[in-house]
């Protein structure tokens, strides 16, 4: 799994002043404060979000700037994603208010969950493919794949059972480890009274079932299959160290999606479905309702009337978050500004050099993803800044929480080996689009960092975009 830095949004040295937090309850919005609007489902989104109005702000009408929020892991506990965010943004209103800039900033408290809906594999902060699924049907997309095993013996006893923990299985292919995720039985009930049962299991990663793979337990001898070294579509699979256990046959293996079950369970034993993601279904358009959430608080309770169209910043994981949204909703989309984002960006054209470029890497299934055409005349009309320093190896493309293993095949032959090798490809192809809108700066000995130097320009970039 691929760790982000956690510097999403905290481009700037403390300062002196301080930025305190309030709870949205009161009928005025203060300034020079922090406040967070807890989550309302009724009215589109199921998560909080800040909202910061820089004391220095004057004028009766004011632009937006989205910061997307990027703990820089993932974790269970949404505790850690809120601190997280509160810091990040309270150090940004410090230094935002010291450059001059006069704006109101909007971040939402998206979570970034290990284990938890769906676990690590929905790259939320980054709103990657798997997380834009959600809702369509296609729980599992080509993500899972699904092992069915059949086993027969002598029937067991009333005294006699076989249960399994989902918790316990894994495959290994390359190095590489994919852990259990589903069942089509329940793992809390046992197996007694059977001389013949077949379960299938669904497992997470891309990895590929036609190549030799191992599929391993651990756990209490009393209570588990006990396989290892699992490497044929078909044959005998015996424990190694009980050679009375019962025989194995891997009957089916291949991909699946989660329509292809009536019912599945996870490893705590509830059932799943799409429905279970319903909070992390589309969080693009949960944004796109927080903004318009603030814009009534605003204007009822602070007198300030936002912008048409907002402004986007972030970085690494955030940078893709505002990337992805540009593209899902250019029209919304006055500027934004993205660094240390892997030399990877949403290209708008469908192919490359006759390979099909699939979202997020392209159109290629654009509206079937989206739910709507894309808009490339508002594309071109959104102004850019993106930066990456020139030692920036933070590479997502070799993660597979942030792209498919057919995704990074298609990265590493087709727009380079490694971020900054990938930046004139991309040069080229939105030149061709956004012409005179889009700036690539690569800065000279600098990592996955942002320096005062970089500070500097994208200060200048927000200025420019009306703070």
Known sequence: MRVYLAISITLMLVCGCSVSVASETGSVLDRGVVVTVAADPAQ????????????????????LLVLPNNTGSADDDF????????????????????????????????????????????YTHALDRDSLLIGTGQYFEESKVAITIAWSGQPMGKNSSMSFSLDDLFVVQDGLVSKCVAADWNPREAFTGVATFAITLLFDGNWDPSRAFNLIEYGSPEHCFRFTNVQQREGAIRNAQAANMPEFRITAIGNTTGADFAQLWNADGAEISDADLEPLRRLDQQMLAMISDARDRLSSKAGIILAKKINLYGFSAAASFSDRFTALHPEKVHAIAA???NGLLVIPQAQINGVDLRYPLGLSDFAQVSGHPFDSTAFAAVKRFYFMGSDDTNDAALYRDSYARVDEELIMAHLGPDPVSRIPVLEELFAQVCRDNVIFRLYDDVGHEITDAIRSDLVAFLKEAGF
């Open 44 to 63: 589109g989104f199921h998560w909080p979000y800040h909202l910061f109005i820089p004391k220095n702000l004057e004028s009766a009408t004011a632009p």
């Open 339 to 341: 660094g240390g984002f």
């Open 79 to 122: 505790a850690v994603h809120e601190a997280s965010a509160l810091r990040d943004l309270q150090r940004f209103g410090r230094r935002f208010t010291s450059d001059g800039l006069a704006g109101v900033l909007l971040q939402p408290v998206f979570p970034r969950f290990k284990e938890r809906m769906g676990g690590w594999r929905y």
